[in-house]
């Protein structure tokens, strides 16, 4: 794919109050703008996993690292390569020196490794709200297949919470559902929830793929929670780490039919607004 800078190309758009237009750029990654702001959650642009993991992936990237450039923030869960992708950070960096690097203490080194300057990172250490412009955050723990968590840098893994231009999202990043993950989202009315759905087995583990909550989860979660709408992430970017989005969409149909979900095709750009 030709060079472009989606974010540009998202700025230049006359985003409404309460609303967003996200923007899904593959597996968890998701660009969301505001009135005047840009965030970026977990952009894996690269094919960093294949050369060091050997995690082929079974698409390409939909866009080139440096079409990120100019974004405001960029979102980091945690600290695995489909979602602190070094190469996408190292370009993003290079090209974007005012971008705000939000992670968990656990990826500072990572982050500093690949070129991003100290005060361009705010590390996150505790489930405190935040402020930066005019979007408010809090992160979550998230329990990818456990908690990892101590003292000094908070936890490993976490979710988002963020309100951006009068609108509530929530990104899972990588977790399963444990208890006190309702607490957390029931806090406030959640109208985004991005949520992995690949699920885990000992087979998957075993090879290394460590493992989140599966469709069924993600829809009942989707559903005690209350979410407005539901977007499902994380399905198909490594051929033995995978699920149908349509089990999802299909239970949910079934089981929750007034509940909002909805899936995101690749590259697909999309307008929510709460003035409806």
């Known amino acids: 794919m030709s060079e472009q800078n989606i974010i540009k190309s998202l700025k230049q758009k006359a985003v409404i109050p309460n609303s967003v237009v996200l923007q899904f750029i593959g597996q968890s990654g998701m660009i969301v703008q505001g009135k005047n702001e840009t965030i970026v959650i977990d952009p894996y642009l690269s094919n960093y996993a294949e050369e060091y993991y ?18 405001d923030y960029y979102f980091i869960t945690h600290d695995h390569a489909d979602h602190l992708d070094p190469k996408t950070v190292q370009i993003c960096s290079k090209h974007s020196p005012n971008t705000i690097f939000i992670a968990p203490a656990y990826c500072y080194s990572l982050l500093i490794e690949n070129g991003v300057k100290e005060n361009n990172i705010k590390l ?52 399963i559902i ?20 690949n699920g885990r087995d000992y087979f998957r583990f075993a090879k290394g793929a460590v493992g989140n909550m599966n469709y069924k989860e993600a829809a009942e979660l989707a559903y005690h929670a209350s979410f407005n709408l539901t977007i499902p992430v994380h399905f198909d970017m490594f051929s033995d780490n995978t699920e149908r989005p349509g089990n999802f969409i299909d239970y949910m149909q079934e089981k929750y039919p007034r509940q909002k979900v909805h899936m995101m095709a690749r590259e697909e750009r999309m307008l929510y607004t709460n003035n409806i």
């Open 54 to 71: 050997g995690l082929v992936r079974s698409y390409q990237p939909l866009y080139k690292p440096i079409d990120l450039k100019g974004v």
């Open 178 to 197: 444990y208890k006190g993950l309702l607490n957390y989202l029931k806090e406030q009315t959640v109208d985004i929830a991005m949520i992995p759905i």
């Open 124 to 175: 996150i250490y505790s489930d405190n709200w935040e402020k930066l412009g005019e979007i408010q955050f809090r992160a979550i723990p998230s329990a990818h297949e456990t908690f990892e968590n101590n003292s000094e840098l908070g936890h490993r893994f976490v979710g988002y919470i963020c309100v951006l231009n009068g609108v509530t999202l929530y990104h899972a990043g990588d977790t």
